[in-house]
Nanobody, 114 residues
Framework: QVQFAESGGGLVQPGGSLRLSCTAS????????MAWFRQAPGKQRELVAS???????NYVDSVKGRFTISRDNAKNTVLLQMNNLKPEDTAVYYC????????WGQGTQVTVSS
């Protein structure tokens, strides 16, 4: 059974930083592209960033230059470093395999507010 456990969220002021972590289980992690998604209140879930098994990355335009996705295959973990956070980044953040219809984990809440 595929499972994802996200952590690292919290309350941060605009301009601050957070580092999200997601540990996957039940899959051969190294072979899959991974992704971070987010869902803000009243909005649809959106793709934020993805990373291939080889380490190539893509980002939604709104986070380019501020967020960095990376992976640690030895720990079955995908990370999201978020800098210069803005109030519009407030959302619940989830990870999943990119392009797969996986069940979602519990997510981690990110709130950007002064």
């Amino acid at each position: 059974q595929v499972q994802f456990a996200e952590s690292g969220g919290g309350l941060v002021q605009p301009g601050g930083s957070l580092r999200l972590s997601c540990t996957a289980s039940g899959i051969i992690f190294i072979i899959y592209p991974m992704a971070w998604f987010r869902q803000a209140p009243g909005k649809q879930r959106e793709l934020v960033a993805s990373i291939t098994s080889g380490g190539s990355t893509n980002y939604v335009d709104s986070v380019k230059g501020r967020f960095t996705i990376s992976r640690d295959n030895a720990k079955n973990t995908v990370l999201l470093q978020m800098n210069n956070l803005k109030p519009e980044d407030t959302a619940v953040y989830y990870c999943s395999r990119y392009g797969k219809d996986d069940d979602w984990g519990q997510g981690t809440q990110v709130t950007v507010s002064s």
